[in-house]
């Protein structure tokens, strides 16, 4: 396959033959198909089998239905038939639901996602998973980051002596330094099913549910693993010290060992769990009913919302749920809000004079309810 080094030179040559062919008479949609590509790619933590994969072409980080898709064998693996000139611009997506097999631990009981960087589709793995957070989290503070300098980041930051772009299981028993890869593979992903709000979500397991609730269940479990895919990046230091040659984990990765790495690894703190949408299931009522007045002042989430995006958006990016920046630390947290700006965080004490307590406590109400 031919590397394709400059995707904007492909991205404008398939705009004029979609021109063409849209003005080429006819009246037909089905005349001059783009030549098609395939890409191949295998998913592992340890080899994963029934991932949903696919072609994230509208970057949301989510296996939409009109997206190219396709699931893996028992070998981790699966082949994506894809238009020729997307191989150098979208990222690939593994959403691992409970019905995904874990050939390290087994069946997999806590959904969570992987990806992995735009043109990098060898492998979807926590590692590659941590260069596009890696990336976005840069973009996010106005950065731009190629997939390279992320993956140095990464590798470093886990002190890692190969590449995180190959395939450490395929090397891991011949060779102490793609073991290792493996291992903190593994760190991260028993950490994301960790920092998981404890329910569950999974590609497929929503049987019954209209199609609606399954799109507003599937960006809800989004918006949680994009919360933890940041999360993560601010502890591959304390991943990398974890001791793998502990006695629990000498029969290799277990409940064992996975017990013990949530024993070394905190699970990501997020600021909101964004619950599941509520079923037809009457909830019990909470022994703790919330207190119905919030501390003074009272925020106005809709009011919030507009503060939000004349203010904050440059900076944390139009979804706040994406926690670009570590912005939903602000959710119900008016106080989280003006630390930051007083501390000038990232350069946002210009907004001492802007963002009063009032101002703060609608933008934490927001933030507490991005979806309004
Ligand atoms: C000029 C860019 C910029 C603007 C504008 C900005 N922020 Fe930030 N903010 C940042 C950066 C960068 C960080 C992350 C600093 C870090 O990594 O510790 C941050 C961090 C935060 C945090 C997390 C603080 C913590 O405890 O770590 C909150 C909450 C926050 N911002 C809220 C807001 C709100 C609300 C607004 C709008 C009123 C806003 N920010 C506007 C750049 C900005």
């Given at each position: 396959m031919t590397l394709i080094r400059n995707p904007w030179t492909l991205t404008f040559i398939s705009a004029a033959v979609a021109a063409v062919t849209a003005c080429g008479?006819?009246?037909?949609?089905?005349?001059?198909p783009l030549a098609s590509a395939t890409i191949s790619t295998t998913v592992m933590d340890g080899l994963i089998q029934n991932a949903v994969v696919c072609l994230d072409t509208n970057g949301n980080g989510l296996c939409d239905t009109a997206e190219v898709q396709g699931r893996t064998d028992a070998n981790g693996q699966v082949t994506l038939t894809i238009p020729a000139d997307q191989v150098g611009t979208a990222k690939l997506v593994a959403m691992i639901g409970t019905d995904a097999i874990d050939a390290?631990?087994?069946?997999?009981t806590t959904p969570y996602t992987l990806t992995t960087p735009v043109g990098r589709h060898g492998v979807i793995s926590p590692l590659t998973t941590m260069v596009q957070a890696k990336i976005d989290a840069d973009k996010a503070a106005g950065k731009t980051t190629s997939a390279d300098a992320a993956a140095t980041f990464v590798q470093t930051a886990l002190t890692l002596k190969v590449s995180v772009f190959d395939n450490f299981i395929a090397k891991r028993n011949s060779n102490a330094d793609y073991k290792k890869a493996g291992d903190m593979a593994h760190g991260l992903a028993v950490a994301a099913q960790e920092s998981n709000c404890g329910w569950s979500h999974s590609?497929?397991?929503?049987?019954?549910?209209s199609s609606s609730e399954k799109e507003s269940e599937t960006e809800a479990a989004h918006q949680n693993e994009a919360h933890i895919h940041s999360g993560l990046l601010d502890k591959l230091g304390t991943v990398q010290s974890v001791d793998f040659s502990h006695s629990a984990c000498a029969s290799g990765m277990g409940k064992s060992c996975d017990d013990y790495i949530k024993t070394q690894v905190a699970p990501v703190s997020l600021a909101t769990c964004t619950a599941p949408p509520t079923t037809s299931t009457v909830p019990t009522t909470p022994t703790t009913p919330t207190p119905a007045t919030p501390a003074t002042p009272a925020g106005s989430a809709a009011t919030g919302k507009t503060l939000y995006a004349a203010n904050c958006v440059m900076c944390h990016?139009?979804?706040?749920a994406l926690n670009a920046n570590k912005i939903m630390k602000g959710a119900n947290s008016p106080s989280n809000i003006l630390g930051a700006i007083s501390s000038n965080a990232g350069g946002m004490g210009m907004l001492k004079t802007t963002i009063l307590a009032q101002q703060a406590a609608d933008i934490a109400a927001y933030l507490a309810n991005p979806g309004i």
């Open positions: 008479g006819g009246g037909g949609m089905s005349t001059t390290d631990t087994g069946p997999v590609a497929t397991s929503t049987t019954g549910a990016g139009a979804n706040p």
